[in-house]
């Protein structure tokens, strides 16, 4: 079962002083299926953002349709989601748990243990029950990112949304983050997010949206893509003193490049046959345009 | 009903937690102290004249909330994006709006309120009454101040903060003097202050109808049927405005 469905979505902005209108989406489709983390994969100005704000009634579609747990977007629905932006704005004159009762309390109707007790949970669960008595200025980028997603997750949500959860974090702040968002995934919780942080999306998604220009170029499995990518030749030699490294992508070239290499009297160390990463056919088929196939497509 | 209240109280303890409140109240007590000066100038009327000016600071602290922190009442949560956590909540863009002016005004009558205490002991030292009269004044002051708020909700949800601060002093500066315009409008070779006279009085408050500062000044009656009148009047053009707002709130692409 699908929790959110897009079809053909599109949306336009005026833009300039003449009001002259862009395109950012063009007939968008995806599904995010119950129980999966869904990375939303495109390049700075695909419409990812775009979308994630049309989904969540932020800004209206000019036409297309969203269905959300099998329905258009409706109050009950909302009751269901959690939502992270991209930049963590919020209410600076609260403290970490009012901020948290604030949310909480904007969704459904709590007993007062209960809300305290989830509160502490989420606090213990991000690592910030230390400053759960700080205002939200006196934050780290870090600490807020993870206070904003402790407000996403306070309401048990069925689907959260999480766009760019990572960026501008520290390796470690990564890492407690990469975790958060397994531990949700298996309690049962659909995390639908969006990267520029390619490395984590690889080790966290089981399946990818990618966006380009306005329109989805490729939705199925993580698995899939990167079986599509195919390999990559790695030689490694010494020349001139300097260790280097060359790589080639097929059988004929390798034997090409080694008698090269041993004409001009380098040392081949070793030679790697490995696959692409999600970095690298993600620059081939979300800024080359190179056609990848997935379940829609 | 509980969303709506949820996010007034936010809003009043982010008023509260702001030091623009506590500068303006400042202020006000600053020239509460000054009309007590003022009133040893003249020898027949100093309880008069320090009343007149007392009430003046309260009004004057009351619009100055209403207008500068209610410009920036929807615009900062959009500028900053705290509205996009709260709006993807089942919360309608009515309730935001409600909430956010409930908030404001809860704070703008706490204000009035603590103001008026101070007020009240100067009366008692000058040997004024604060009665019933004096109480009628400051739900004046509170109406007007809610009048304003509603106007300057709907010039934000169409301009930038400078702009619906000059516009909406603007509409409280014609709404005084609607009075005067109108009695000039009435007289032989008006011209064109009759259409104009005509414009403000259908299109804008008229905010002389809640100042009822010359019950204390000057001792009038009390006139209760008028007075209830002008309260239905000003909450009236408060919820229009607020509807206004909320019209224009439900197109826009806030994300």
């Known amino acids: ?297 | 009903m509980r969303a709506v209240w949820v996010l007034a109280m936010n809003t009043y303890r982010e008023v509260i937690r702001d030091r623009i409140l506590y500068a303006l109240v400042l202020f006000a007590v600053f020239l509460i102290g000054v009309s007590l000066a003022l009133g040893q100038l003249s020898f027949a009327e100093q309880a008069r004249i320090s009343a007149n000016f007392g009430l003046s600071a309260i009004h004057l602290s009351a619009v100055i909330l209403a207008i500068f922190v209610g410009s920036n009442l929807v615009y900062k949560e959009i500028e900053k994006k705290t509205i996009l956590t709260i709006l993807v909540r089942p919360i309608s863009r009515l309730q935001f709006i409600l909430g956010k002016s409930l908030g404001l005004s809860m704070l703008i009558a706490t204000m009035v309120l603590g103001l008026a205490t101070i007020l009240g002991l100067v009366f008692f030292g000058l040997g004024l009454p604060v009665d019933l009269k004096f109480g009628l004044v400051l739900v004046g002051l509170l109406a007007e101040a809610l009048v304003l708020l509603g106007v300057t909700l709907v010039f934000s949800m169409i301009t930038k903060p400078l702009l619906v601060v000059c516009f909406s002093l603007g509409v409280f500066l014609i709404g005084h003097w609607q009075n005067s315009l109108n009695h000039f409008a009435q007289k032989e070779g008006a011209g064109i202050l009759r259409p104009i006279s005509w414009v403000v009085n259908n299109f804008l408050p008229n905010l002389e109808r809640v100042n009822w500062k010359d019950l204390v000044l000057y001792e009038q009656p009390l006139a209760l049927w008028t007075k209830a009148t002008a309260l239905g009047y000003c909450v009236s053009w408060f919820f229009l405005c607020l509807c206004v707002a909320t019209l224009i709130f439900k197109g826009k692409d806030v994300g």
């Not at chain 1, 977007?73 to 948290?100: A, C, D, M, Q």
């Not at chain 1, 999480?162 to 919780?189: N, V, W």
């Not at chain 1, 003193?241 to 390798?254: C, F, P, R």
């Open chain 1, 1 to 297: 079962m699908s929790l959110l469905e897009v079809k053909n979505l599109k949306k336009s902005y005026a833009r300039g002083l003449l009001g002259r209108r862009v395109e950012v989406l063009k007939g968008l489709n995806f599904k995010v299926p119950a129980g999966t983390i869904t990375g939303f994969l495109g390049a700075n100005g695909a419409g990812k953002t775009t979308s994630m704000r049309c989904i969540l009634g932020l800004d209206f579609p000019d036409s297309g349709d969203i269905f959300m747990f099998g329905a258009p977007p409706n109050v009950e629905s909302k009751r269901r989601i959690g939502f992270l932006p991209e930049r963590p704005y919020f209410y600076e004159h609260l403290t970490g748990t009012e901020f948290l009762q604030f949310y909480a309390n904007l969704t459904r109707v709590w007993k007062k243990p209960e809300l305290n007790a989830r509160i502490v949970e989420l606090l213990r669960r991000v690592d910030l029950h230390f400053a759960k008595d700080r205002m939200l200025r006196t934050y780290s980028k870090g600490m807020l990112q993870k206070i904003g997603l402790a407000q996403a997750l306070i309401h048990e949500p069925e689907l959260v949304i999480l766009d760019e959860p990572m960026s501008g974090l520290d390796p470690d702040g990564r890492l407690a983050l990469a975790e958060i968002i397994l531990e949700t995934a298996k309690k049962g919780t659909a995390v639908f997010f969006t990267s520029h942080l390619l490395y984590d999306t690889e080790r966290l998604c089981q399946r990818l949206v990618v966006m380009r220009d306005g329109l989805s170029i490729y939705e199925g499995t993580t698995d899939a893509l990167l079986e599509q990518g195919g390999m990559k030749i790695e030689i490694l030699f010494k020349a001139n003193g300097l260790a280097q490294t060359k790589v080639i992508s097929s059988q004929e070239q390798l034997q090409i490049e080694l008698g090269e290499l041993l004409r001009q009297g380098a040392t081949v160390i070793e030679v790697r046959r490995t696959r692409l990463s999600l970095e690298e056919i993600f620059v081939n088929v979300a800024l080359r345009g190179v056609k990848a196939s997935g379940e829609l497509k």
